[in-house]
């Protein structure tokens, strides 16, 4: 028991940085393309943009438990929509934030994944994922909500035991860029096709607060985290 503890210990301590691990210029630019890639391609977007909708539902829940409400379910959708279920009050700030910080969550996610990454903390963040999605996990709603949930907890896992710290910073910048131009598509469209049910028109419904000033805000959220990515990749670029 003992031996096992130690090696899980091991495996949450930070690792060097991806300038200090000698990593190839090249190895960095292909972890980004391949980030890059999985949004801008429509084929692979279909397939893996349920990883974004996660984040930008675990979002919701994070920041509901943080005010004090409880999250009680998890639900995806084979269109790669979803929806959380928190419980609480139903009109108020916490209502209002928790709603709000569905959009932001996967681009602010996505920085801290680059930053993470490149600063060698990959493995002590990805147990820090595992975790949260082990609770995810025991909130899902659906078989098809367990399937995705279950493979992202059992891909982070392999990759936290299995991988060296290079490739789980390497992975991560993959993951990061990803999620932030993710973010951007989202959001994209949702603009371009407005719904009463969307977070803006419920945010709006909440606060009487137009939803223009709302898809405002998250444009400014998702540009600064955008900005605080960007910062955590040039130094790798030159």
Same mark, same amino acid.
Do not use: I, M, N
């Given at each position: 028991m003992e031996a096992a503890w130690q090696?899980?210990?091991?495996?949450?301590?930070?690792?060097? $940085?991806?300038?200090d691990a000698t990593t190839a210029e090249r190895t960095v630019w292909l972890a980004l +393309?391949?980030?890059a890639a /999985? %949004?801008?391609v429509p084929g692979v977007w279909r397939l893996v943009r349920v990883a974004v909708t996660v984040v930008h539902e675990l979002g919701h829940a994070v920041v509901g438990m943080a005010v004090g409400r409880s999250f009680t379910g998890l639900v995806l959708r084979p269109d790669m929509s979803g929806h959380t279920v928190t419980v609480?009050?139903?009109?108020?700030?916490?209502? %209002?934030?928790?709603?709000?910080?569905?959009?932001? $969550?996967?681009a602010l996610v996505g920085a801290g994944l680059l930053h993470a990454g490149t600063a060698g903390w990959a493995p002590p963040v990805l147990a820090a994922l595992l975790v949260l999605l082990?609770?995810?996990?025991?909130?899902?709603?659906?078989f098809y909500t367990a399937l995705v949930v279950l493979?992202?907890?059992?891909? $982070? +896992?392999? *990759?936290?035991?299995v991988g060296s710290p290079t490739l789980q910073g390497l992975v991560l910048v993959a993951a990061g860029v990803m *999620?932030? /131009?993710?973010?951007?598509?989202? *959001?994209?469209?949702? /603009?371009?096709?407005?719904?009463?049910?969307?977070d803006p028109a419920v945010l709006a419904q909440l606060t009487r607060v137009p939803t223009a000033v709302w898809t405002t805000t998250?444009? /400014? +959220?998702?540009?600064?985290?955008?900005?605080?990515?960007?910062?955590?990749?040039?130094?790798?670029?030159g």
């Open positions: 090696e899980v210990v091991a495996r949450v301590r930070p690792g060097p $940085a991806l300038l +393309a391949l980030g /999985l %949004v801008v609480g009050p139903a009109r108020g700030p916490g209502r %209002v934030v928790t709603t709000w910080a569905g959009y932001p $969550a996967p082990a609770v995810g996990a025991l909130r899902v709603r659906s493979g992202c907890l059992a891909g $982070a +896992a392999v *990759l936290w035991w *999620l932030v /131009l993710g973010a951007w598509r989202h *959001l994209g469209a949702v /603009l371009g096709s407005p719904d009463r049910g969307s998250f444009v /400014l +959220a998702l540009g600064a985290a955008s900005w605080v990515a960007a910062r955590a990749v040039l130094p790798l670029l």
